[in-house]
């Protein structure tokens, strides 16, 4: 079971695996109302072993919320974005949770674990704000429950994290496509093995028993050690997502956003039929948005971070949701909101760090690509000349 602490006169969670971070010496913060390993030995190094080698992350903080029956596809499908009915078993989807005026509830990533059946993977903030959400949508013959203590959830991420998982399992990792998922053992442990990921590298996520996690963590850890494997804490995959520009939840997205503005029309298909959110969507897709989530680049000395203002020529156009000093690209990045008039590349703006406004511009997203994402981008603009 995922356990509880009091601290203070507030309630935090801890995973299964609280007491491995204690013993490896990392440093815990409180994420999500959880008590979290932000770090064990340096961001920087944990995010460079993730994009050079391989990375393992608890991430049991995650909520998993299923959904079966025989209404189980027709409720997924009025609730979320994008085409559930499109999905096969054992493939996975990146999905959103809208509200009725298309604002996004939550992200998430739905499993098609059966026809009837399917695992909801959110963000730990929103996991009862979730089920009570989709619970209070019901209708027809659907079971709902919170199964988030039935699991914990590995991140197994890197270049090498396909080469350390194979030794230690007899499933073909190469046949196993990403957004596909299967069950197999990782040595002792059964696990639904995904292949996806929020790093911009190649990776896992293995779901096993709360009971086994312990022992899962430590197998990886044992059997990756001389190809690089190292743990890594909520600070570097923060780093590693956002020079991917993937949205975090609370920054990138909320209620209030819509996918169209959060550059998720992509996951958005209104060829499905009616959902909740659509005539609202609809309508702002043939109007315009008003604001769009850029890329932006500082390019005098300063790191923009969450809140920071954005401004032109002393006009106020939006502020930041995300930023950091890239450790893979060894400059400062950021995202952030502006309006849709502004939201060119190269355009000129000013972002205010801490009392100072400090030059930047809008830079294309994301800001990193795999080697691999890269030479085949090469190939097809060499084959469009």
């Not at 209030?256 to 499905?272: D, Y």
Request: hydrophobic share 35%.
């Amino acid at each position: 079971m995922k356990a509880q602490t009091t601290e203070s006169t507030r309630t935090l969670m801890r995973t299964p695996l609280y007491p491995v971070h204690r013993r490896l010496g990392a440093k815990i913060v409180e994420f999500a109302g959880w008590r979290m390993p932000v770090q064990y030995d340096g961001v920087i190094q944990e995010h460079l072993a993730v994009r050079r080698s391989a990375g393992l992350f608890d991430v049991s903080h995650m909520g998993e919320i299923e959904i079966k029956g025989p209404n189980a596809l027709a409720l997924c499908q009025r609730l979320t974005a994008n085409d559930v009915s499109r999905m096969k078993v054992s493939e996975a989807q990146y999905n959103l949770l809208l509200n009725d005026t298309g604002g996004i509830i939550d992200d998430l990533m739905i499993y098609r674990l059966q026809e009837d059946r399917f695992l909801l993977c959110v963000n730990a903030a929103n996991t009862a704000k979730d089920a009570n959400w989709i619970m209070d949508h019901a209708e027809g013959n659907a079971d709902i429950r919170d199964v988030s203590d039935s699991y914990v959830l590995l991140a197994l991420q890197g270049p090498a994290a396909q080469r350390v998982l194979q030794r230690s399992t007899a499933l073909r990792l190469d046949e196993l496509k990403p957004f596909h998922f299967s069950f197999g053992d990782i040595s002792t442990v059964r696990c639904l093995v995904s292949r996806t990921g929020y790093t911009g590298e190649d990776g896992f996520e293995l779901y096993c028993n709360p009971d086994q996690g312990e022992e899962l963590w430590k197998l990886l850890m044992e059997t990756g050690r001389d190809l690089g494997l190292r743990p890594v804490g909520l600070g570097a995959r923060d780093t590693l997502r956002l020079e991917r520009a993937f949205p975090l939840y609370g920054h990138e997205l909320d209620e209030h956003i819509t996918p169209l503005e959060a550059r998720l029309e992509w996951v958005v298909k209104f060829s499905k039929g009616d959902f909740l959110g659509r005539e609202p969507l609809l309508q702002q897709k043939k109007d315009g948005v008003k604001r769009k989530l850029v890329g932006l680049e500082p390019i005098e000395s300063g790191i923009a971070r969450s809140g920071y203002p954005i401004f032109k020529e002393g006009r106020s156009l939006g502020a930041v949701t995300s930023g950091t000093l890239s450790p893979t690209l060894r400059k400062p990045i950021a995202m952030g909101y502006v309006s849709s008039e502004e939201a060119v590349l190269d355009n000129a703006l000013e972002i205010e760090v801490r009392g100072r406004r400090v030059k930047a511009k809008i830079a294309p997203l994301p800001f990193y690509r795999r080697s691999s994402e890269r030479s085949a981008e090469l190939g097809r603009s060499e084959r469009r000349k």
